[in-house]
């Protein structure tokens, strides 16, 4: 381990690598723009648990391992292994990245609709595409977010994708993600800018897998605007491996009447942290988070939420379900912001926990800042263990202690997993659910 400090300097001096690399590039607003987010990084530094918003979750253990930019190996053997996981087969568009690089080998997009543009970030910014100046890194905060303004300043791939007006994609666009570590830690920072003309429909699924049990560190951010009367679905699942690091944020600008549904899904990583932030920026939009965490171990899950209601007559539904065993914790801070010329809002917010064990915790914190005074805002949470009574109901027709544990649980999850529309991604997470719960049974009869 090292200091943290020292870690901040570890950083600094790999973007000044990094700068003299790509020094003539002739992209000037994007140097900028890096200039500035290392800039702000290197006066925020990491996030302590003195600060209110990582008040229950220590980024301590990224900071002390000195990470190491990931290389790209698209090696034969690790292509044939990931198209032999079910994760990468979800008969759509797919879009694939090896340690935050395009990889062409595993990447299938077909025909695309006329004037919708799929791309690696790399490509799109190599070929001088104008719309991503007035777009990429507008609207994820770095100028006070350590992460993303890491993010920021080390993004070089990740995807790109512009559906332009009336467009209405059948199959979603999979943006599959795939983490290969190496003898010493690395870390990647993949970033996706995602633009939803108006009246357009687009599904987006963001996946991330691990390979392999080494340490590494995932600092993700995605950026999607919708347009007015837009309607997105997006999809977030997060597969890392046991020992590794997840920290992601993805912000979704929303214009008028804007419809916009995120399904964001975590099962990996030893320490993850999901940020999702909503901004409903034109009267009529709509925003509805839904969230499941699957927690076992000594694994720690930090779900952290926003919708930022700006505009008048927007509505949001939030549903963020937990079920943690062994000694795992969970975090979800949700906020919802009623700003003062929001009237009308209708808003509500639930998040509902399922403790399997007596030494997993959770700490919950939903919460309402309301500036107007013509408004329907709830919140609630609620924390559990199985009902005992109704596993006595199974158990006396005839099904064993364990298989009710886990039909019971697998009910209480399930609630998420029907609200995702796309059924191979649906049967997918049900089948990883199962494995889950198979696991959890074999390790509490060890």
């Known amino acids: 381990m090292i200091a943290v400090k020292e870690s901040e300097g570890l950083y600094l001096t790999s973007f000044s690598r990094l700068e003299k690399h790509l020094a003539g590039s002739g992209r000037v607003w994007l140097e900028r723009i890096r200039q500035e987010a290392i800039a702000s990084f290197a006066d925020l530094g990491f996030p302590t648990t003195h600060h209110e918003e990582w008040k229950y979750t220590s980024v301590a253990p990224i900071a002390g391992i000195p990470f190491e930019p990931a290389r790209f190996e698209p090696a034969k053997s690790l292509v044939e292994k990931v198209k032999g996981s079910p994760w990468a087969e979800l008969e759509c568009r797919q879009?694939?990245?090896?340690?935050?690089?395009?990889?062409?080998?595993?990447?299938?997009l077909g025909t695309l609709p006329r004037g919708v543009k799929v791309s690696s970030l790399a490509e799109a910014l190599k070929s001088g595409d104008a719309t991503l100046e007035n777009h990429l890194a507008r609207y994820a905060a770095y100028r006070d977010h350590a992460f993303v303004a890491l993010n920021t300043a080390f993004m070089e791939d990740g995807a790109f994708i512009e559906v332009p007006k009336g467009v209405v994609l059948e199959k979603p666009i999979y943006l599959l993600f795939v983490s290969v570590g190496s003898d010493q830690p690395t870390v990647s920072h993949p970033r996706n800018l995602i633009l939803v003309g108006r009246e357009s429909q687009v599904s987006i699924i963001e996946g991330y897998v691990g390979?392999?049990?080494?340490?590494?560190?995932?600092?993700?951010?995605?950026e999607v605007v919708g347009g007015e009367n837009a309607v997105i679905e997006?999809?977030?699942?997060?597969?890392?491996?046991?020992r590794s690091f997840h920290i992601a944020t993805l912000q979704l600008q929303q214009d008028r009447s804007c419809r916009a549904s995120t399904h964001t899904l975590t099962f990996g990583a030893a320490l993850d942290r999901e940020e999702v932030c909503a901004l409903l920026g034109g009267e009529g939009a709509e925003s509805y988070l839904n969230g499941l965490y699957i927690t076992s171990g000594q694994q720690h899950v930090d779900n952290h939420t926003t919708i930022d209601h700006a505009k008048p007559h927007c509505a949001s539904r939030e549903l963020y379900k937990g079920v943690l065993d062994g000694k795992s914790r969970g975090v979800f801070n949700g906020k919802i912001i009623v700003r003062k010329d929001a009237q009308k809002t209708d808003s509500r917010q639930t998040n509902k926990n399922l403790l399997l064990s007596e030494d997993a915790a959770i700490d919950t914190k939903p919460q309402l800042e309301i500036y107007a005074d013509d408004v329907k805002c709830t919140h609630g949470a609620t924390i559990g263990q199985i009902d005992p009574e109704a596993v006595f109901y199974l158990r006396s027709r005839g099904i064993g202690k364990e298989e009710a544990r886990s039909l019971l649980?697998?009910?209480?999850?399930n609630d998420i997993i029907d609200k995702i529309k796309f059924e191979p991604l649906r049967a997918l997470?049900?089948?990883?659910?199962f494995g889950h719960l198979a696991r959890g049974q074999k390790a509490e009869g060890m």
């Open 211 to 222: 390979l392999g049990e080494e340490v590494y560190f995932t600092n993700a951010v995605t």
């Open 409 to 413: 649980t697998y009910a209480f999850a």
């Open 429 to 433: 997470l049900r089948d990883e659910l």
């Open 95 to 108: 879009l694939a990245f090896v340690n935050g690089r395009y990889c062409p080998e595993l990447s299938e």
């Open 234 to 242: 997006y999809h977030k699942l997060q597969q890392e491996s046991r």
